[in-house]
């Protein structure tokens, strides 16, 4: 969470965030009053709104959706501000809510107060330390990993989470879910359709080589390094954030993705990671699956069938941006940059194939 310029409560806009009537609300919860002091915007790749702020000598962060609200905004922040509370004492790094208001209408939007985070983000920010040493990068990329073994080790029953995601078909509904996902980019106006080499042989060798046996578990969802928070004095993660892509379903898809989103320097991909990928130093995804068996015993032999998934998914998602540019409504140069990058996915894909 990157600090940008600092702005009072009065300053910040009141469709966004009614500080009086937060106030109000925190003093219901119980939590210190007193003055808004030290409002600050926070960054860091979300369209979500987060303001840093103290007030009774404690400092948080507000999470809530954008400023114009999407049709399942509410939603997301409501399912996150209930996961990162049942993770709460389960040793996983992540934030910690401090209090969550499920109900849309106190300030118009859903929205939670969690513990600000001390650490950086390798796509804005790379102290000397982690810059200087690539044994440190290389540290990073493996307590990455050892971070989404550990959650997907969890007992997610145990922790009151048995309905938040869908785990029974969760494999068999990856490619055709997606696939729909790809077809749908037509209704932007001017859109040619992917033009994306190889997409139904992809999805057709994720089909017929999908693992027969597999174990439910939390999966962060979106779990490239630069949704990683490091401590400022090693290579350890200090949290995993924004959870919108979290549910119940197979684990080792978090695995997949970050030997996916691993960049090489030079790539487009490594823009993603921005100032980390730009220097490299990461672990090899041989690795990376070594490490991940040490905090889980799940079978890891399928490793690259979810790899392979994971630049599908994440290929097209990234796909339905440089489609909306063709209609107005995403700016045309991000949406180029975003389907370069699908397109090293598929390429990534399809070596693993062969």
Not at 63 to 84: Q, T
Not at 302 to 326: D, H, M, N, S
């Amino acid at each position: 969470m990157c600090d940008m310029s600092v702005a009072q409560p009065g300053e910040v806009d009141r469709e966004v965030v009614d500080f009086a009537i937060v106030g109000k609300w925190m003093d219901e919860q119980g939590l210190p009053a007193g003055e808004f002091d030290e409002v600050k915007p926070l960054g860091g790749g979300t369209q979500n709104i987060m303001l840093r702020f103290t007030r009774g000598g404690r400092d948080y962060v507000l999470r809530r959706g954008p400023k114009h609200l999407r049709p399942k905004s509410n939603d997301v922040i409501r399912r996150e501000a209930r996961l990162l509370g049942a993770l709460d004492g389960a040793e996983i790094r992540a934030p910690r809510v401090i209090a969550a208001c499920p109900d849309e209408s106190v300030i118009g939007a859903v929205f939670y107060l969690m513990e600000p985070i001390i650490g950086f983000n390798p796509q804005t920010e790379l102290p000397d330390l982690h810059a200087g040493d690539p044994e440190i990068r290389r540290q990073m990329g493996l307590s990455a990993v050892e971070a989404i073994a550990r959650l997907g080790s969890l007992d997610y029953v145990a922790l009151g989470l048995s309905d938040y995601g869908k785990p029974d078909g969760f494999l068999e509904r990856q490619v055709p879910r997606w696939l729909g996902e790809l077809e749908s980019y037509s209704a932007n106006e001017g859109y040619p359709g992917p033009e994306i080499p190889g997409v139904a042989r992809v999805g057709d060798w994720l089909d017929r080589n999908r693992p027969e046996h597999w174990t439910p578990g939390i999966l962060h969802g979106d779990c490239h390094l630069a949704n990683m928070m490091f401590s400022y004095d090693g290579p350890e993660v200090a949290a995993m954030v924004d959870w919108e892509m979290s549910t119940i379903g197979d684990p080792l898809l978090d695995l997949g993705w970050q030997i996916a989103t691993r960049p090489d320097p030079n790539s487009t991909l490594s823009s993603l990671i921005g100032r980390l990928g730009a220097v490299g130093g990461l672990p090899t995804a041989e690795q990376m699956v070594e490490h991940y068996g040490r905090f889980s015993d799940r079978d890891l032999s399928a490793v690259p069938w979810y790899t392979v998934l994971a630049c599908f998914k994440l290929g097209i998602v990234l796909e339905g941006t440089y489609a909306r540019t063709f209609a107005g409504k995403a700016p045309k140069q991000v949406g180029e940059y975003l389907h370069a990058i699908t397109l090293e996915l598929f390429d990534h894909a399809h070596r693993l194939l062969e």
